[in-house]
């Protein structure tokens, strides 16, 4: 996939976090289209943190409670240069030829 350009996933530290003394158990967080969440009988549980799209933050945003926060994205930007990845992405998709400019 273009957005990681062959880095793993796994490597990505980017998943959202819930605080259980803020959540109020709105729901929001269930339609993640990614399924990142499961709900319990104590509310709601990053299940597959891994599945989180990197850089979505649709949950938090959503979230009526505000009990969910994400990594610093400095953190991921510093990680998408000093891995190359910007550089390995734009290749990639020139490659598929998502970036031709079409008449």
Do not use: H
């Amino acid at each position: 996939m273009a957005w990681f350009a062959g880095y793993p996933r796994e490597k990505i530290e980017w998943y959202p976090t819930i605080d259980p003394e803020k959540c109020v158990e709105c729901g929001m967080c269930m339609n993640c289209g990614q399924k990142v969440y499961k709900w319990t009988e104590d509310g709601p549980v990053v299940n597959q943190p891994y599945k989180c799209t990197v850089g979505c933050t649709t949950c938090a945003t959503l979230c009526r409670g505000n009990a969910i926060s994400f990594p610093d994205k400095k953190a991921l930007r510093q990680l998408y240069q000093k891995e190359r990845i910007w550089t390995k992405v734009k290749k990639e998709l020139t490659e598929e030829g998502r970036l031709k400019v079409e008449d």
